[in-house]
């Protein structure tokens, strides 16, 4: 247990977050089989914090759409969020915070390899969500966004879900701001592995840029990009 303790306190150093009460941060990490192995003892599971964190996210990546892309509707904000806090995102968030290894697993279940089971991710960072909410209130939850989730929005890692060039000439059309012209500026890789980097401009003047693998995945991020700009004009 001891391990586990110093981790956590690694984690927190991480991420620049410190829990006043570091329990509760425990308890976001505890799978409901490791619990079912310590009889007698007083341990909770993180289902809990599971349901309210997930009411939290919901929270914090809509009053980020809602700010962020002005013009977006809400039915694509709707399809949009649903991108970003579905299982298989809250998995990468997870996975890039290393909280695999601080799960708190039962003996089967890590035998089964739980530890790395895409659900139990997913069900942890939520969980972790609402112990940071619990803990530190509201402001803390969206400054954990801004810097571990918001920007990956930004960079257009959720762009496949919604047509951000159709959202930008429709912006650019309804406020007569000009012409909307998209330019490949740069290739690079080799062919197999080939990125293509777009810059979209408005009157010959540069609104963002965009990466992907295809031209078209590079012009939507670059739309992205300049919906943002333009929504925080």
């Known amino acids: 247990m001891e391990m586990r303790v110093m981790n956590f306190s690694k984690l927190q150093s991480d991420i620049g977050v410190r829990f006043h009460d570091e329990s509760i941060l425990r308890q976001a990490f505890t799978h409901s089989s490791y619990v079912n192995e310590q009889r007698g003892k007083r341990i909770q599971d993180n289902e809990r914090l599971e349901f309210l964190g ?3 996210l919901e929270l914090t990546v809509s009053q980020f759409l809602y700010k962020t892309f002005p013009k977006m509707s ?3 904000m709707t399809k949009l969020r649903a991108a970003i806090v579905c299982e298989p995102s809250l998995v990468k968030f997870a996975e890039r ?3 695999g290894e601080l799960v708190l697993l039962g003996k089967g279940e890590e035998l089964t390899g739980g530890r790395f ?6 069900d942890v960072f939520e969980a972790f969500i609402g112990a940071l909410y619990l803990d530190q209130g509201l402001d803390a939850v969206f400054h954990f966004m ?3 989730v918001y920007p990956l929005i930004d960079k257009g890692e959720f762009t496949q879900i919604t047509d951000f060039k159709s959202q930008l000439q429709e ?3 309804q406020d007569n701001l000009g012409e909307i012209n998209y330019r490949i500026v740069q290739e ?3 062919a197999h592995n080939r990125e293509f980097v777009s810059e979209v401009l408005l009157n010959n003047g540069s609104l963002g840029t965009g990466t992907g693998r295809s031209k078209k995945e590079a012009e939507q991020q670059a739309a992205a990009r300049a919906l943002i ?4 004009k």
Do not use: C, N
Not at 229 to 232: D, E, P, R, V, Y
């Open 146 to 148: 801004k810097k571990y």
């Open 74 to 76: 809400e039915g694509e």
């Open 188 to 190: 690079k890789g080799p």
């Open 171 to 173: 912006f650019v059309q």
């Open 229 to 232: 700009k333009l929504g925080a």
């Open 97 to 99: 915070l290393h909280f």
């Open 54 to 56: 997930d009411a939290v």
């Open 117 to 122: 089971r895409p659900a139990l991710l997913a």
